[in-house]
């Protein structure tokens, strides 16, 4: 076996960031800079790897590598850990790999002189190698398996900073929230292995095309395994845990929100789509799921107040875009917008961070305002981002939108003009956060001392506006180089073309959205009071976040916490008392009897011993 | 001299052996006492080796194994007088009734 095979070398993209997470989490204190120097070096390092495969993949014509080992054989099935690069996995490693390190890069500004700054490199880096291992798994086994590494990461990442109650009751609600989801997720798989005696996804997938399945198991497990891509994807009712994930540092959140986590669940309903596809009635409830959740966390965008929570309903908006592209038929448009949505989203929540780093920590937006002179490279790019989310016409946010609205015409078109509505509302939020934070006059003295951050941070920002500038021209055929757009580099079937009237449409409805949001909030000629005081009542049940929260904690404590109550009854008693107590409490007693025989004298011992022995020779005696 | 002769020598020292380790509380004559047995049970092997009509060469070798158990025992003891120093140089007394420390 030749190591430097491709085949062979793309083990090496997960297990170098491991190799980082371990050789920090372990050595961290003899390390210089505590270790982030190679947490830095080794995602880098897995992003040269990436170039180095995406040109063997396309001298390749395309063909997936793939590689794998036996990891348990019992004869009549076998289970091997394999790892595939195909057209999708091969985006997904580009993008995690490429966020991931400007991520770090930034975290270096960022989380400078922080008590556990070689902890916080570590763990990057095993959230980075737990999504890898996620996207190149070529069964559903090791997927499942990078997905809770996926969900611990997370966990460790939001909870950081876990001497604050709230950053680790955050990481709690993330970690229990996507569980219910993964519980679906695996009971699904479980149906699937039992159908099909495989964990191998493109035999599954295989098996149901010829027929191999029938349609229920197909409904049933392909629902089971959307639940877990709705617990990881943030996707209404499970999205409650993306808004509190703020809690965690920020470049954490341009990571879970850009490349690692939130795209789990895209990358995964993606990559089973052919499965989707064949159950009868999965994808108009994918379709619905993703409508509701684009314009419910649109809507809550609008009226947050917290600069990292209107970004998170943002992408919670945006990953309900995604979901109703995917629901349309329109695979490719969802992992474009994924690819694109994580760039801008990326540029966004580290312009954030930089905004905070300059703020003292605050994140009220009331408190900012007239940012742009004090921080004028944050707030061009932040510009850029806001602009590409918006789908403004010629950055990369546009592009994406465009090819999601024309695959909704032709598959969903029922649902066009709410996601209209949709893309208004997201282009108006963007505007207004912009606004808020960097125009008009400084709000507060902390506004006033604001400072432009240190070049670690700023460097990042201008390489992801470049990238959200100019990427989405890759929707584009570009002619002799071959490639043919980006909808049918992931899916042949799938040509480049527009619908011009859509196009028009589009357009117009994210500049009139972006100019609404420039009046109101930029050069403040509407007055906002005079519009949300008649729709005080809808205001305030949007501004709650459609009391999702008290809903789930009226569940948790009224219905879980009863019957966890009888069933602590039932642990106390049968299990604990009876029980495990029960057998400490026979065997207490049973040594307060038995210890009168322990006198401590020797001839007492002694003249047992005689007297047995006397004994045995007699039983001896009668025996012969 | 038959072999009840040495059986019955060997049975009264193996008594008096266990008399003493069961009576005594000195630990150098429980020591003794069980000198007394072990030699109790050297002399039933030797009258068996003896009077069982074995040729010259099992008689040797029973013999010899006698001569190797005693040379053992006399290790043995050697040890045992070692700890019975340690603990009275510790406790100042021999008496097996006041060691133990070792009694939960």
């Not at chain 1, 490199?121 to 798994?137: E, G, I, K, R």
């Not at chain 2, 150098?28 to 074995?54: D, H, P, T, Y």
Request: aromatic share 14%; with cysteine; proline share 2%.
């Amino acid at each position: 076996m030749d190591l430097f095979q491709i085949n062979n070398l793309i083990w090496m993209l997960p297990l170098i960031c491991v190799f980082a997470f371990l050789s920090i989490g372990l050595f961290s204190k003899f390390l210089p800079s505590e270790g982030a120097i190679i947490s830095i070096f080794s995602i880098g390092f897995a992003f040269i790897l990436f170039i180095f495969v995406l040109i063997d993949f396309i001298s390749g014509d395309l063909a997936a590598i793939h590689s794998s080992f036996t990891w348990i054989d019992l004869g009549e099935w076998t289970i091997s850990w394999g790892l595939l690069i195909d057209r999708i996995s091969i985006v997904m490693i580009g993008l995690i790999t490429f966020v991931a390190f400007l991520v770090q890069i930034y975290s270096v500004g960022y989380m400078k002189g922080d008590s556990r700054f070689g902890w916080y490199f570590a763990v990057h880096s095993l959230f980075a190698s737990a999504m890898m291992l996620l996207v190149l798994s070529d069964n559903l086994l090791l997927l499942y398996f990078a997905w809770e590494l996926v969900g611990l990461g997370s966990y460790l990442l939001i909870g950081f900073w876990y001497e604050k109650t709230s950053a680790a009751e955050a990481a709690k609600k993330a970690f229990v929230t996507t569980r219910i989801g993964d519980v679906g997720l695996l009971i699904g798989i479980i149906i699937l292995f039992k159908a099909t005696g495989t964990f191998h996804i493109s035999s599954i997938i295989h098996a149901a095309q010829e027929g191999g399945i029938s349609n229920e198991v197909i409904f049933w497990s392909s629902f089971l395994i959307f639940l877990g891509a709705m617990g990881k994807s943030a996707q209404f009712p499970l999205h409650v845990w993306l808004p509190d994930a703020m809690e965690g540092p920020t470049p954490v959140s341009a990571l879970i929100h850009a490349a690692t986590m939130v795209a789990a669940g895209i990358y995964l309903v993606g990559r089973m789509f052919p499965l989707f596809e064949l159950g009868p009635g999965i994808l108009v409830i994918i379709s619905i799921v993703g409508i509701v959740t684009f314009i419910l966390a649109g809507a809550i965008a609008l009226v947050m107040t917290d600069i990292k929570r209107v970004l998170a309903y943002s992408t919670i908006s945006h990953l309900g875009l995604m979901m109703l592209s995917l629901g349309s038929f329109g695979v490719p448009a969802a992992f474009f917008h994924l690819v694109l949505h994580g760039f801008s989203k990326a540029l966004l929540f580290l312009g954030a961070g930089s905004v905070m780093h300059g703020m003292h920590d605050q994140t009220e937006v009331e408190l900012m305002g007239g940012l742009r002179k004090k921080m004028p490279i944050t707030s061009l790019t932040f510009l850029v981002g806001s602009l590409s989310l918006a789908g403004i016409v010629p950055l990369s946010g546009f592009f994406s939108k465009d090819e999601i609205l024309i695959s909704i015409w032709e598959y969903n078109s029922w649902f066009l003009p709410i996601t209209l509505f949709g893309v208004f509302l997201s282009s108006l939020y963007m505007i207004r956060l912009y606004c808020l934070i960097f125009l008009s006059t400084a709000r507060s003295e902390y506004a006033e001392k604001a400072h432009e951050s240190p070049r670690t941070m700023t460097y990042p920002l201008i390489i992801l506006s470049i990238l959200a500038l100019f990427s989405g021209l890759l929707a584009f055929p570009f002619p002799f180089t071959g490639w043919e757009g980006f909808a049918a580099f992931i899916d042949d079937h799938h040509k480049f073309h527009m619908i011009p009237w859509l196009t028009v449409v589009s357009i117009l409805v994210a500049f009139s959205g972006a100019f609404l949001g420039w009046v109101i909030y930029g050069s403040r000629r509407i007055v906002i009071n005079n519009i949300s005081s008649p729709l005080k009542f809808l205001y305030r049940l949007v501004f709650r976040k459609f009391l999702f929260d008290e809903i789930y904690s009226w569940i948790a404590n009224k219905i879980v916490f009863t019957f966890s109550r009888w069933i602590t009854i039932f642990d106390r008693v049968i299990v604990n008392d009876t029980g495990i107590d029960g057998v400490g409490n026979s065997t207490k007693k049973s040594a307060d009897i038995l210890k009168y025989f322990q006198s401590g004298y020797l001839y007492n011992y002694s003249l047992v011993m005689v007297v047995g022995l006397f004994l045995m020779a007699i039983a001896w005696w009668l025996v012969e | 001299m038959t072999i009840i002769h040495f059986q019955f020598l060997s049975a009264i020292l193996f008594s008096l052996g266990l008399y003493g380790v069961l009576a005594r509380r000195s630990a150098v004559l429980i020591l003794m006492s069980i000198e007394l047995m072990l030699n109790a049970v050297n002399i039933n092997l030797i009258g068996f080796v003896a009077f069982r009509g074995f040729g010259q060469e099992i008689q040797t070798f029973g013999q010899v194994l006698i001569i190797f158990v005693i040379t053992i025992a006399a290790a043995e003891l050697a040890l045992a007088i070692a700890i019975i120093l340690r603990i009275y140089r510790n406790k100042n007394s021999v008496n097996v009734d006041e060691m133990n420390i070792l009694k939960g």
